[in-house]
């Protein structure tokens, strides 16, 4: 898997795509984010916006796989002084067209549809949002969020 070249990972997580993982993924974030010293409003947005992101990816895999997948979803966090950074890797089909598509909330968005708010929702949180997708590869989404930021 290639990596922006500032990217190290301390922790790399792989899981099986289902959404019972998620609690385990919330807790990690939440743990590593108090000890990094980020407000509580902050941790609330990282764990809210891994989840979203996890949960579209276990999504993903399953739409293309079955329920009963065995590809793996990837979780990396690269942990630094002033920032967390966390790629979410998956071999899920392409959503650029959905990540093209999502905006950050503001007070004029459409709050009337029934879903699809989760790429919106990280957008909104998170201070740098990168996707990619390589066909080979699958897509991978990487979340910045910098502790001066609140």
Do not use: W
């Amino acid at each position: 898997m290639n990596h922006p070249t500032d990217f190290h990972p301390d922790i790399t997580i792989e899981i099986t795509p289902r959404l019972s993982q998620l609690v385990i993924i919330r807790k990690i974030i939440n743990s590593i984010s108090t000890t990094m010293g980020f407000p509580e409003k902050d941790i609330l947005q990282l764990e809210m916006s891994v989840d979203e992101a996890c949960s579209n990816s276990i999504l993903a895999v399953q739409a293309k796989e079955g329920e009963t997948a065995s590809a793996k979803l990837r979780l990396e966090i690269s942990i630094h002084d002033k920032y967390l950074k966390m790629i979410i890797a998956d071999c899920g089909n392409d959503f650029s067209e959905h990540y093209q598509k999502a905006n950050p909330f503001h007070e004029c968005t459409d709050r009337t549809q029934k879903g699809g708010y989760g790429l919106q929702i990280i957008k909104t949180f998170m201070d740098e949002v990168h996707y990619s997708h390589e066909p080979e590869i699958g897509n991978k989404l990487i979340l910045t969020k910098y502790l001066s930021s609140s």
